[in-house]
C-alpha cells in the first residue's frame, strides 16, 4: 500500500444542481426535451384510478339489504292451513335459496289468491299481501 492507494473516508456529496452558481443554464440536465423539464415523472397512480372510476349517477349505491322474494300464491300452494311461515320454513321448503349458507329476509307479495289461514312471522310485506292474508284469516306477526 502507497500514499497513492489511501482513500478519504467522507463519502461524496451529492451534486445539488439547478441552483445557479457554476452550473450554466442547463443546471446539468442537457438541452431541452420533455426529459430535461421538471415534474414529467410520470402520473401518480390514485389519479389514473380515481380518472378510470366511473361518475354515472347511482353507480356506487345500493337500496340497502335484499330480499327474498315470496308470492302469496306459493304460500298457498307449500302450506296447509293452520300452519306457521317462517324464512327457515320457506328455506326448508325450497321457496327461498340460501345465501352463503344463511336464510334471507324474506318479503312477502301479493300476487295470486290465498285462501288458508296462516301464521306468518318474521317477514317483510307488501300491503296488498298484508290484506290477503288477514281477509283470507291468517294472521301476520
Known sequence: MQLHDLKS???????????????????????????KRAGTGGEPIIRGLIKRYPKLRGYNT??????AVV??????????????VKPFVLAEK????????????VKILGEGKIEKSLTVKSCKFSKSAKKKISEAGGTVE
Open 94 to 105: 325450497g321457496l327461498v335459496r340460501r345465501v352463503k349458507g344463511k336464510v334471507p329476509q
Open 9 to 35: 473516508k467522507d463519502k461524496k456529496k451529492k451534486k445539488r444542481i439547478g441552483r445557479g452558481g457554476a452550473r450554466g443554464s442547463f443546471s446539468g440536465k442537457g438541452t431541452k426535451g420533455q426529459k
Open 62 to 67: 345500493s337500496s340497502g339489504k335484499k330480499f
Open 71 to 84: 308470492n302469496v300464491k306459493d304460500l298457498q300452494a307449500a302450506f296447509d292451513d293452520g300452519d306457521t
